[in-house]
């Protein structure tokens, strides 16, 4: 088989997942974050870069009848300027590692992923096989499209409730707005926002 027909291969049946494959990179993140009170000073600090590479995982992955289609997805995003709250210009601030699911008999579209701060989430929804663009959610407490996290969150930050909306644009760009709500020690429910457009990197 010529490598032309291998990667044509590799692409076969991951639906609405075939467009996020690729290296996608963007400086035009806004962060805004609940944090503590007044500790992002200036509209710089908010402002940050991220890299999200998506790989095929090939073959398909069967749950007994069920036939999944995966995508590993690495995210990473950092500041380009120093930050009053102590952020580094230029070190990673967030990273998280996970899988997008596609399953064809059912259309859901799952982003199943770990941020190392000790949660897990597996946020879902559903699309058709040439949807560009996917909304889904996980809330705490439901078995299904559900949020794990360690009891320092629950107790102090724990996240209720995520949504995520992304939006594949046919010029090789990709935008999305992402709403984690938490239920703050003492201060009850607030929303950390991100939001950025990201554009496909050349092979």
């Avoid at 230029?90 to 000790?118: C, T």
Wanted: proline share 6%.
């Amino acid at each position: 088989m010529s490598s032309q027909q291998e990667n044509v291969e590799s692409m076969t049946g991951f639906g609405p997942l075939a467009g996020l494959i690729g290296v996608w990179e963007g400086s035009r993140g806004t962060d805004i974050s609940p944090g503590f009170p007044d500790r992002m000073k200036t509209d710089t600090e908010k402002q940050y870069h991220e890299r999200w590479v998506f790989e095929p995982v090939n073959p398909a992955v069967t749950n007994h009848d069920q036939k999944l289609r995966q995508l590993v997805c690495d995210t990473s995003a950092w500041r380009g300027s120093p930050s009053t709250a102590g952020k580094i210009a230029g070190e990673a601030f967030h990273g998280q590692r996970g899988y997008w699911i596609w399953d064809p008999a059912s259309k859901m579209v799952l982003n199943s992923f770990a941020v190392p701060r000790g949660i897990v989430i597996n946020a879902g929804g559903m699309a058709e096989p040439d949807a560009t663009s996917f909304e889904l959610v996980a809330e705490a407490g439901p078995e299904v499209y559900g949020i794990c996290q360690n009891p320092y969150l629950v107790e102090n930050f724990k996240v209720v409730r995520y949504l995520l909306k992304l939006r594949l644009g046919g010029d090789g760009s990709l935008d999305y707005e992402q709403d984690t709500q938490l239920e703050i020690k003492g201060r009850g429910l607030l929303h950390h926002t991100d939001t950025n457009h990201l554009v496909r990197q050349n092979p």
